[in-house]
């Protein structure tokens, strides 16, 4: 069962009521609580979704985006938010927040499945977090895990038949960062800041990696705990003979030390990590603008100049959802792009999901079609192939930030590579 190629995020897809959002009572994995959800051979008419995002912590606004992502697509298809029609079955939604730690998504996760009898998991935000979701699909295999927004390399290296990633990996979205910056740029020492967790290890590793094979030093790592909200002392121990600065922050950290970048005087380049220089940041304290502009990252977010009209539609779609930022953020479009092959595999099945979930996952598997920021198709660990694009923050209008295009890689795959905190050159 194939989903058809070609197909964008905004055919016209059949109308359903919107629903009213349903927290179930206690019931047995899989058996959809008291609304009759099933994981099995797909006999109910209602097939229940437990999302997991984000909403305390340096990440708060993941609950927003990821809501903001269901809105655009369910809305395409005549629902809401809470819930709609998908593939001749009632959608509903079971939403957790999470505070962006692998202990709180476990509890939610284990809340959703053993508690609320969702059919499929949908999420987590942060790396850590899917990482023990991963652990928990391992131990759950009649339920389907698509994941979210987490990156880190391992999570589909892990043997999870039930977990799909339908978005690259943060080492795949440095792929060229790396010798852009040695080769193009002309940086030949880089100092490294960046939160002391899987994802920022991984991102971190695919771009030093990549630098240092090009030739380039890594003069200086410091690891920092999540929440940070002092870099005076980091800014100071920046050497000298630094050509840039890499900064591997998110959120509220990476706009912290922005500011506190502008504050102290520090003039030096910097190459961002993949949400470093996110909407989620750049839309923060209007003081960074200094420290940000001339900034280069790589990840699955295009420039404002991506010529792609399903692209163009998404961000029409975004701006109409409560609370979005000025553009759309990487949490946003991943979300998006990973529940929107969601239903494109529901709606393939027509709502019966199969014996054990055998045949959305055989739809699953067989994921083909042009998603706003490119062409997404699987691997053998039901894990995307997907487009990358490498970027620099400039003035827009107004004097906003916004990112412009470097460069776009097509088709890139997975790595097997894992990282983890180094010193130098990884």
Not at 262 to 273: D, F, H, I, Q, R
Not at 323 to 339: E, Q
Not at 397 to 405: I, K, S
Request: net charge negative; aromatic share 8%; proline share 4%.
């Amino acid at each position: 069962m194939t989903l058809n190629t070609k197909r964008t995020a905004f055919a016209a897809a059949s109308a359903g009521a919107g629903l009213v959002l349903l927290l179930a009572g206690c019931a047995p994995a899989g058996t959809g609580g008291d609304s009759g959800g099933d994981s099995g051979d797909g006999g109910s008419d209602t097939i229940k979704i437990g999302v997991l995002a984000t909403s305390e912590g340096n990440l708060a606004f993941g609950m927003g985006e990821a809501k903001a992502a269901i809105g655009v697509a369910m809305e395409a298809r005549g629902g809401t938010v809470d819930g709609g029609e998908v593939g001749g079955k009632k959608v509903e939604f079971v939403y957790e927040g999470t505070d962006g730690t692998s202990g709180s998504a476990q509890t939610k996760v284990k809340k959703l499945v053993e508690n609320d009898g969702v059919d499929i998991v949908f999420g987590p935000v942060s790396g850590d977090e899917g990482e023990a979701v991963v652990q928990y699909a391992l131990t759950t295999p009649d339920i389907t895990f698509v994941n979210g927004s987490a990156s880190p390399v391992s999570m589909t290296l892990e043997g999870a038949e039930n977990f799909f990633r339908f978005h690259g990996d943060s080492a795949m979205w440095m792929g060229g960062l790396g010798d852009y910056a040695y080769n193009d740029k002309g940086y030949k020492k880089i100092y490294s800041i960046a939160e002391d967790y899987s994802f920022p290890y991984d991102n971190a590793g695919g771009f030093f990696s990549e630098f240092c094979a090009a030739g380039g030093e890594v003069n200086g790592n410091s690891w920092v705990p999540v929440g940070t909200t002092d870099y005076a002392t980091i800014l100071s121990q920046i050497p000298a003979d630094t050509d840039a600065v890499y900064v591997g922050l998110g959120g509220a950290d990476a706009a912290s030390f922005l500011s506190q970048a502008v504050t102290a005087g520090v003039n030096k380049p910097l190459v961002g990590g993949s949400i470093a220089v996110d909407t989620t940041a750049l839309s923060g304290d209007a003081n960074i603008g200094q420290a940000a502009i001339g900034t280069i990252t790589g990840g699955p977010v295009p420039g404002a100049d991506y010529d792609n009209p399903d692209w163009k539609t998404f961000v029409d779609a975004y701006a109409t959802q409560p609370d979005a930022f000025p553009s759309p953020s990487i949490f946003s479009i991943l979300y998006y792009n990973s529940f929107e092959s969601l239903l494109l595999g529901i709606e393939d099945v027509k709502g019966d999901l199969g014996d054990g979930q055998a045949d959305l996952r055989s739809a699953l598997e067989a994921t083909s079609w042009d998603s706003p920021t490119g062409p997404i198709s699987m691997d053998e660990n039901r894990q995307a192939v997907v487009d990358n694009f490498l970027v620099e923050v400039a003035a827009g209008d107004g004097g906003a930030l916004t990112l412009t295009d470097v460069s776009e890689a097509n088709g890139v795959k997975q790595g097997t590579t894992v990282y983890d905190r180094f010193d130098g050159c990884p």
